[in-house]
């Protein structure tokens, strides 16, 4: 990566980041204006345009990359080769520090955004999270039959259902 690419992507995150405070301060996404965004970032209004071209391509963007990099710290924790039970407590604690970064108000928006917008591109993702959660929770269960930490007994179906979105 050369040094323009490089500071382009700083830049980026720093108005990501700015974004995501603001979206996270029990405000909601009317009452964030792009001033406050770029006073945030400390960058022009016009920065901001460049790399997104408009406030809801950022917001969808602060969105979508909350929920992917949940999903990357999930996937570590299940392939980190731990025992069942480790993996299990550390996906519980990962989806509480998730839980912890963000406010009541921001979880909202985010629920409102994937289910009001109609946003094919966020959509996928939240369905691709959904199946990519499930065939994780599926390999550590496997996992945990083979250590002799899961009964047999127990269906994929009911443990999915007994352990719904754990990371």
Do not use: C, W
Request: aromatic share 12%.
């Amino acid at each position: 990566m050369n040094g323009f690419e490089k500071r382009r992507e700083e830049k980026e995150k720093q108005i990501l980041e700015a974004t995501f405070n603001l979206l996270n301060t029990n405000a909601s996404q009317e009452n964030i204006t792009m001033e406050k965004i770029a006073k945030e970032a400390h960058v022009g209004k016009t920065t901001i345009f460049k790399y997104f071209d408009s406030k809801e391509n950022l917001i969808r963007k602060v969105f979508q990359s909350y929920i992917e990099q949940l999903i990357e710290d999930a996937r570590e924790i299940v392939y980190d080769d731990r025992p069942f039970e480790e993996t299990l407590i550390a996906l519980s604690q990962n989806k509480i520090n998730y839980l912890n970064k963000i406010t009541q108000q921001f979880y909202l928006e985010l629920m409102n955004y994937i289910t009001e917008k109609n946003d094919n591109e966020l959509s996928l993702l939240m369905q691709q999270f959904t199946k990519e959660n499930q065939n994780m929770m599926l390999d550590l269960f496997h996992r945990g039959r083979k250590e002799g930490k899961v009964a047999l007994k127990y269906s994929d179906e009911f443990l999915i259902n007994f352990f719904p979105n754990i990371d």
